[in-house]
């Protein structure tokens, strides 16, 4: 993959001092990249910005997402956890132009849970999430989970969790909790449905369960074949489970997505840049191929560790400036217990899970290497 896509920055063991208070400071603007950037390299000066209280902060880039997963606690359960609490809190002060959020917003999945139950918890949701980033009029991008409306079907090909989807789609469709998307197809919103803003053209598919339909998948081929995709500057994708494996106790089939070659060939044949995952519940910032893999961490209960780490476990938040006129992204992941910049050179170079490798984000994939990697 070309250097210019993937501009990483090594923040890990950075100070930032001055805790909640001090990363809650606004972010100090900075100029765009200039198109011919060549391979990132560490260079303090140009990677980030000094905050007013000394707090340094990501380089903003022409556009700044913030990435969120997996928030919800046990089952039933109308409660969040603290790090969930903070990340609403400080997401406003980063002026995002997005949030994205990898699924399980909520923690159904159960099927005693009773209607009752379940318009509860998206009650929660709303009070605690969607209603603070609304009231900060900061649109609201987000991939069902398989906690919130999970596509599993029963012998008969009938939802296993019909009631669960049903109330999913009447949270996201009562016009109070409009999300303030660009919608370009909204006929399968919230399931799958996709949306533009700022020359980026964003795919949701409905990756809820481990195996997306064939009818679904055309969609998707006709979605990103489009001239609204294809004039795009940048393509992404959100879906819940991960075409790959790298956490512990995820690394087992119905924890990943089927086909996950298919998909991923699919996904290159339309130039889509990065395809956004949660469900692992522990952040890795991946390549294969062509396309950039973001593995979301959990900021709810059960974070995971990596796979081949040793590391613990972490609740992450990340933040993506993306630099339009080279197609290059910068990735800034906190620690939401520590607000630390997690240190992306200590995660494992390379991923082996049980139906592919994934390489780090930062380690190219060139000449031998990639002969013997695409051999595997």
């Given at each position: 993959?070309?250097?210019?896509?993937?501009?990483?920055?090594?923040?890990?063991?950075?100070?930032?001092?001055?805790?909640?208070?001090?990363?809650?400071?606004?972010?100090?603007?900075?100029?765009p990249?200039?198109?011919?950037?060549?391979?990132a390299?560490?260079?303090?000066?140009?990677?980030?910005?000094?905050?007013?209280?000394?707090?340094?902060?990501?380089?903003?880039?022409?556009?700044?997402?913030?990435?969120?997963?997996?928030?919800?606690?046990?089952?039933?359960?109308?409660?969040?956890?603290?790090?969930?609490?903070?990340?609403?809190q400080?997401?406003?002060?980063?002026?995002?132009?997005?949030?994205?959020?990898?699924?399980?917003?909520?923690?159904?999945?159960?099927s005693?849970?009773?209607?009752?139950?379940?318009?509860?918890?998206?009650?929660?949701?709303?009070?605690?999430?969607?209603?603070?980033?609304?009231?900060?009029?900061?649109?609201?991008?987000?991939?069902?989970?398989?906690?919130?409306?999970?596509?599993?079907?029963?012998?008969?090909?009938?939802?296993?969790?019909?009631?669960?989807?049903?109330?999913?789609?009447?949270?996201?469709?009562?016009?109070?909790?409009?999300?303030?998307?660009?919608?370009?197809?909204?006929?399968?919103?919230?399931?799958?449905?996709?949306?533009?803003?700022?020359?980026?053209?964003?795919?949701?598919?409905?990756?809820?369960?481990?195996?997306?339909?064939?009818?679904?998948?055309?969609?998707?081929?006709q979605s990103?074949?489009?001239?609204?995709?294809?004039?795009?500057?940048?393509?992404?994708?959100?879906?819940?489970?991960?075409?790959?494996?790298?956490?512990?106790?995820?690394?087992?089939?119905?924890?990943?997505?089927?086909?996950?070659?298919?998909?991923?060939?699919?996904?290159?044949?339309?130039?889509?840049?990065?395809?956004?995952?949660?469900?692992?519940?522990?952040?890795?910032?991946?390549?294969?191929?062509?396309?950039?893999?973001?593995?979301?961490?959990?900021?709810?209960?059960g974070?995971?560790?990596?796979?081949?780490?040793?590391?613990?476990?972490?609740?992450?938040?990340?933040?993506?400036?993306?630099?339009?006129?080279?197609?290059?992204?910068?990735?800034?992941?906190y620690?939401?217990?520590?607000?630390?910049?997690?240190?992306?050179?200590?995660?494992?170079?390379?991923?082996?899970?049980?139906?592919?490798?994934?390489?780090?984000?930062?380690?190219?994939?060139t000449?031998?290497?990639?002969?013997a990697?695409?051999?595997?």
């Open positions: 993959m070309p250097w210019k896509r993937r501009r990483f920055l090594y923040l890990g063991g950075l100070a930032c001092g001055g805790g909640l208070a001090a990363i809650a400071q606004r972010l100090s603007p900075s100029v990249l200039a198109a011919t950037a060549p391979r390299t560490f260079n303090l000066a140009q990677s980030r910005s000094p905050a007013p209280t000394g707090l340094f902060a990501p380089r903003r880039g022409d556009v700044r997402l913030v990435v969120i997963s997996d928030l919800n606690s046990q089952y039933g359960s109308v409660d969040y956890e603290p790090e969930v609490d903070r990340a609403i400080l997401i406003p002060d980063w002026q995002p132009d997005l949030v994205l959020c990898g699924g399980d917003m909520v923690a159904g999945q159960k005693t849970l009773t209607v009752a139950q379940i318009q509860a918890m998206w009650a929660a949701f709303d009070r605690r999430v969607a209603a603070p980033l609304r009231r900060a009029k900061i649109p609201f991008g987000f991939t069902i989970g398989n906690h919130d409306a999970s596509g599993a079907l029963n012998s008969a090909r009938r939802y296993l969790f019909d009631t669960e989807r049903q109330l999913a789609a009447a949270y996201w469709r009562t016009p109070a909790h409009d999300p303030g998307l660009t919608f370009v197809d909204r006929a399968h919103f919230p399931f799958y449905y996709t949306f533009q803003q700022q020359q980026i053209f964003y795919l949701v598919w409905d990756a809820s369960t481990a195996e997306i339909p064939e009818a679904q998948l055309t969609w998707v081929a990103l074949g489009s001239p609204a995709a294809q004039a795009a500057r940048l393509r992404i994708v959100i879906g819940h489970l991960p075409l790959y494996a790298v956490a512990v106790g995820r690394d087992h089939p119905g924890e990943f997505l089927n086909q996950a070659e298919r998909l991923r060939s699919l996904l290159e044949h339309y130039h889509v840049h990065t395809y956004i995952s949660g469900h692992q519940h522990a952040y890795f910032p991946g390549h294969r191929g062509e396309l950039d893999l973001l593995h979301a961490g959990a900021l709810g209960s974070p995971r560790p990596l796979l081949q780490s040793n590391l613990p476990p972490s609740k992450t938040l990340t933040i993506v400036d993306v630099h339009l006129a080279n197609a290059a992204t910068d990735y800034t992941t620690d939401m217990k520590t607000l630390q910049v997690i240190d992306q050179q200590q995660l494992p170079r390379r991923i082996d899970g049980p139906n592919g490798w994934v390489l780090r984000r930062d380690i190219p994939l000449g031998k290497t990639a002969q990697m695409q051999a595997i």
